[in-house]
């Protein structure tokens, strides 16, 4: 299993691709994203030094928790959160987790779970992000 805490960085989704009327293609991405890829990827590394590439299916779980508001909005105020979408924050991640080599590529991802939340300023700084990776047996158990 490995395990990989990423603190004090802000998680930033992946944009999304849009083609263009003349045939071309761009990506729109979050201005904190390449920052946040960097961080993911350095902690990736460190976690992962010495260790082979994981190969097989993989099961992967990420949690994302974001500071609260300075300012309290009335009960929404942990809705108030800006998250992003949780499918482009995963997608990130898993970019980010090939590009430091830890699995060959993400396809290997045969089962996902993601959490999204707010707690303290206090707790989480600028936001964490948490990932656990674990390699999955024939029948489903964790290896």
Do not use: C
């Amino acid at each position: 299993m490995t395990v990989i805490v990423v603190t004090n960085v802000r998680p930033a989704p992946k944009g999304s691709g849009t083609r263009t009327k003349n045939g071309g293609y761009y990506e729109m991405a979050n201005k904190r994203l390449k920052n946040y890829t960097e961080n993911l990827i350095l902690e990736m590394r460190k976690a992962h030094k010495g260790q082979s590439q994981l190969t097989g299916p993989l099961r992967v779980a990420v949690t994302f928790t974001f500071p609260l508001p300075k300012k309290r909005v009335g009960v929404q105020w942990a809705e108030k959160t800006q998250r992003g979408d949780i499918d482009k924050l995963v997608r990130a991640v898993l970019d980010a987790v090939t590009t430091s080599g830890i699995w060959e590529d993400d396809k290997q991802v045969v089962e996902l779970h993601a959490a999204a939340m707010a707690a303290s300023r206090e707790t989480v700084g600028d936001g964490t992000t948490m990932l656990i990776i674990e390699g999955v047996g024939e029948i489903g158990e964790g290896i």
